[in-house]
């Protein structure tokens, strides 16, 4: 598949413009492509509107909406983009137009054919998830200096698996940033702020910007 192919299209949940709420991006204006479908079910997810809704764009319509919004950063998010194959297409299509292009996956489909200009923010479930046996180590290997990954804390527990992987895929010399975020009303910051103080952890919190700002409301 190719962008040339003007039959070419995505189902799409949501295209909206806003800042950035997560990653060392954060707060900074950005256009969000939410592709629809996911095969996972984490049981904290704030997306789960993006499993079946949306429309089939094509990917010169999904180009013009970013180009109007006339941001310098798109974020492709989910869902899991990389459940439809058309996604690597369109991440190619994105930086060849001189965009700053960044990847929300879940770590759950293979990330070896992404476009290496892409920055890849990927997670690591945790135990907490419901779904930690769908981490596909494999991707590990894959991961760029310039990438993040992200673990989503929902308990201690979660807390410590979290540090351990960090040592188990010395990720602190394998990706640019490691993100650590607390499952929206599961972890209080302050908990998890003191964890990390604690144990004197080179990770980033983040709080879900977008949260504090607009709540849990879709288009933000």
């Known amino acids: 598949m190719t962008y040339m192919d003007t039959e070419l299209s995505l189902r799409i949940n949501e295209i909206f413009h806003s800042l ?18 996911c095969p996972l079910r984490c ?12 429309r089939q764009i094509s990917l010169q319509e999904i180009l013009a909406n970013v180009k109007r919004a006339g941001a310098r950063r798109v974020c492709v998010t989910g869902g899991e983009p990389l459940a439809q194959p058309g996604c690597l297409v369109l991440l190619k299509l994105l930086c060849d137009n001189g965009l700053h292009v960044s990847l929300e996956t879940s770590g759950a489909m293979n990330i070896g054919d992404v476009d290496e200009r892409v920055k890849i923010i990927m997670d690591l479930k945790t135990p907490g998830s419901g ?5 596909l180590e494999s991707n590990i290997s894959k991961l760029k200096q310039k990438d993040e990954v992200k673990f989503v804390i929902c308990d201690h527990k979660d807390y410590e698996w979290s540090k351990a992987k960090v040592d188990q895929y010395d990720l602190q010399n394998r990706v640019g940033e490691i993100l650590f975020s ?13 964890w990390i103080l604690k144990d004197r952890l080179q990770v980033r919190m ?15």
């Open 182 to 194: 607390p499952s929206f009303s599961q972890v209080g910051y302050q908990d998890l702020a003191e």
């Open 43 to 54: 049981g904290y997810c704030d997306t789960e509107y993006a499993f079946h809704d949306g």
């Open 20 to 37: 950035q709420g997560e990653s060392s991006t954060v707060g900074l204006p950005t256009t969000f492509i939410r592709l629809t479908g």
């Open 131 to 135: 779904e930690c046996y769908r981490n």
């Open 206 to 220: 983040q709080v879900q910007l977008h949260k504090i700002i607009w709540g849990n409301k879709p288009g933000h």
